[in-house]
């Protein structure tokens, strides 16, 4: 096989609707638009534009609202960082940070740190030192032994001067 021989698979592409070229193409003329009126035209943008009725965007209420000071972290369950620990990826001898988990890549981001929480099994004796942890996932680490340490999301970050 050589690369002028490659094709896709057939349907995978659509060719582009080329409007306002002729009457071969189908949509010549008026290219799909219909017959005068503001939607021919040019720069119409009447999304949620009712005819001056109020729109239902604004009729319907609000409700709630987006809390600024909300902390949203990532989330590590007991069962995965069994698994990571099988697989090889994480090392349960040595002290488990939010930097090895990011390292082995069990968590992508950070954000405002990482909580674990008690689902899964774990079976190995852990050091872990996180930003929040559910009370479950820290009976069933130290039921084996282990310790994890639940630091605030300041001391994590690093001081910025």
Not at 22 to 30: A, E, I, L, R, V
Request: glycine share 14%; no cysteine.
């Amino acid at each position: 096989m050589k690369l002028n021989e490659l094709s896709d698979n057939a349907g995978a592409t659509k060719r582009r609707k080329r409007i306002g070229r002729g009457p071969g193409s189908g949509t010549g003329k008026m290219g799909g638009r219909g017959i005068k009126g503001q939607n021919s035209r040019s720069g119409v943008a009447i999304n949620g534009f009712e005819g001056g009725q109020m729109p239902l965007y604004m009729r319907l209420p609000k409700r709630g609202f987006n809390n600024i000071n909300a902390k949203t972290h990532a989330v590590v369950n007991l069962g995965l960082l069994q698994k990571f620990i099988d697989a090889k990826k994480l090392d349960a001898k040595k002290p488990i940070t939010e930097a090895v988990l990011v390292e082995s890549g069990l968590v992508t981001r950070v954000k405002d740190g990482v909580r674990i929480l008690g689902k899964g099994q774990l079976t190995s004796k852990i050091d872990l030192t996180v930003t929040g942890a559910s009370k479950s996932a820290v009976a069933a680490v130290e039921k084996l032994g282990g310790k994890l340490t639940v630091n605030s999301a300041k001391e994590a970050a690093p001081a910025a001067e």
